[in-house]
C-alpha cells in the first residue's frame, strides 16, 4: 500500500479570499469584475421569501439558464501553472478568475492562453473599479440575518470577511 499522499486541490478560503483581494475582485484575464457566488444565493434565497419568483440568480451548477452572471462572473481561483501540471497552490501560483475564463483556459498555460486571448482593454468611464468587492459585503449583511441558514463552509467565508485584515504575504 502506498502511504505517499497526493497534494489536495483544495485551497483554503482563507487563502482563496487573499488572493480575491490582492486581485482587487478582477479577473486576471479579462480584467472584468467578478462576483462572490454565495452573496447572489443568500440575495436569491431573501427576494424569494419576499414574493419575488422565478429567479436565475444562484444555483448549484452555474448554468446559463439558472444562474446567468455566475455562469460568466463567478469568482473562482486560478493555478498559473495548472494544478494537473504540478502547479502549486500557493500565492503566488493563484489568481483571481472569472468563471468563464477558468473554464476556457482549464488547464493550459497561462502564458500561452494569455498570448492567444488577448484580453481587450475594458473601457470605462472613470477607469478601473477601485472599490468592487465582488458582492462578499452583500453577503455579510445577509448572512448575518440570519446565520443559522448558513452551512459550515459559509460561516468559514463569514468569519473571514469579518476579520479586519487576513495577514498574508507575498
Same mark, same amino acid.
Given at each position: ?74 469568482? +473562482? ?6 494544478? %494537473?501540471?504540478?502547479? #502549486? =497552490?500557493?500565492? $503566488?501560483? @493563484? ?44 453577503? +455579510? ?6 446565520? %443559522?441558514?448558513?452551512? #459550515? =463552509?459559509?460561516? $468559514?467565508? @463569514? ?12
Amino acid at each position: 500500500m502506498d502511504n505517499t499522499k497526493t497534494p489536495s486541490r483544495q485551497i483554503p478560503r482563507k487563502l482563496q479570499l487573499f488572493v480575491f483581494q490582492r486581485d482587487r475582485w478582477l479577473c486576471r484575464f479579462c480584467g472584468k469584475p467578478v462576483v462572490f457566488a454565495p452573496a447572489l444565493k443568500y440575495l436569491q434565497q431573501e427576494l424569494l421569501e419576499s414574493g419575488f419568483k422565478d429567479l436565475a440568480y444562484w444555483r448549484y451548477a452555474y448554468d446559463r439558464h439558472g444562474a446567468p452572471l455566475l455562469d460568466e462572473l463567478a469568482a +473562482v481561483i486560478d493555478h498559473e501553472k495548472a494544478f %494537473s501540471l504540478g502547479g #502549486p =497552490s500557493t500565492i $503566488e501560483n @493563484l489568481n483571481t478568475c472569472c468563471n468563464r475564463c477558468n473554464m476556457m483556459k482549464s488547464s493550459a498555460d497561462s502564458e500561452a492562453w494569455r498570448h492567444k486571448h488577448r484580453a481587450r482593454k475594458i473601457k470605462a468611464k472613470y477607469g478601473e473599479p477601485q472599490d468592487w468587492d465582488g458582492f462578499s459585503s452583500v453577503f +455579510v449583511l445577509l448572512a448575518k440575518r440570519n446565520p %443559522s441558514r448558513l452551512k #459550515p =463552509s459559509e460561516s $468559514e467565508w @463569514l468569519q473571514l470577511l469579518t476579520k479586519p485584515a487576513l495577514g498574508l504575504t507575498v
